[in-house]
């Protein structure tokens, strides 16, 4: 009887968790949201609207992020990535 009433009260409450955390990961590591400021980046450049000097500095800002946001985003999906406050 415990195990039903814990399955009924405590189970959508984690489920809503477990999708909270889920969209927070995916907002705050969103791969594709860095790879279009990379190319953004990468236009601006071209156009001549950003000169050398920012655009390599952005480059390899945007390059750091790419790469934390993806081993971050394995991670997770590997149940590795630990939550700290």
Known sequence: MTFLLDDLLLKPFVTVLDVLQTMAV???YDVEAIRND???NQLLYEL???PE???ERRKAELEADLDTAEAAREQY???QLE???
């Open 77 to 79: 999906a590997n149940k």
């Open 26 to 28: 995916e907002e705050l």
């Open 53 to 55: 000097s920012e655009y």
């Open 38 to 40: 990379l190319k953004e």
């Open 48 to 50: 001549g609207e950003r």
């Open 83 to 85: 939550v700290r406050s």
